[in-house]
T-cell receptor, first 115, second 115 residues
């Protein structure tokens, strides 16, 4: 049973436009959400996070939105740049309630930003 | 400061052989995890640890063993390799106290092929 789902395997946007990557989760115990970026032949790198007490977190061009009632989060990249082309993973954890260190990932979305 | 170091980077095994994937971190992180990445499946959690002497199963633990005798090391053992274990394996670590803008640090991965 996939607890974290990224239903769009790929996304293509034009340079300078907004990229919106979506993620859904099923476990209501999740209270901490992260986005990772991965280039080929490299390990994932942490991008941005949000806790369940917030509904938005910004870091430069990256903003994560959390809708707890819908169990949905999204990553907005504005403006998109060709260097943003990578696989983006959504991840979730119940750190606050269980402190297990268990982090569950989605399937990933491949973003292509065209010049 | 090397971060998370995985060895080897590449490995080919024959079905039935055993081997250990090594993972070491020099950041004094409490939490460590092992993931496998397969096409269309994202990153799936194999085993994780919240400290020396403490391990637990993730989403896909069958066929793998782990132990955590020191804070620094978290080896992953394949007892009897099967072609289904062909994958890219990532080790990751986290301080153990999640702050708002921090996440797991990943190694660069081990690409394993079982023939």
């Amino acid at each position: 049973d996939q607890q974290v789902k990224q239903n769009s395997p790929s996304l293509s946007v034009q340079e300078g436009r907004i990229s919106i990557l979506n993620c859904d989760y099923t476990n209501s115990m999740f209270d901490y959400f992260l986005w990772y970026k991965k280039y080929p032949a490299e390990g994932p790198t942490f991008l941005i996070s949000i806790s369940s007490i917030k509904d938005k977190n910004e870091d430069g061009r990256f903003t994560v939105f959390l809708n707890k009632s819908a169990k949905h989060l999204s990553l907005h990249i504005v403006p998109s740049q060709p260097g943003d082309s990578a696989v983006y993973f959504c991840a979730a954890s119940a750190f606050g309630s269980s402190n297990t260190g268990k982090l569950i990932f989605g399937q990933g979305t491949t973003l292509q930003v065209k010049p | 400061n090397a971060g998370v170091t995985q060895t080897p980077k590449f490995q080919v095994l024959k079905t039935g052989q055993s081997m250990t994937l090594q993972c070491a971190q020099d950041m004094n992180h409490e939490y460590m995890s092992w993931y496998r990445q397969d096409p269309g499946m994202g990153l799936r959690l194999i085993h994780y640890s919240v400290g020396a002497g403490i391990t637990d199963q993730g989403e896909v633990p069958n066929g793998y063993n782990v132990s955590r005798s020191t804070t620094e090391d978290f080896p992953l053992r394949l007892l009897s390799a099967a072609p289904s274990q062909t994958s890219v394996y990532f080790c990751a670590s986290n301080p153990g106290q999640v702050t708002f803008n921090y996440g797991y640090t990943f190694g660069s991965g081990t690409r394993l092929t079982v023939v």
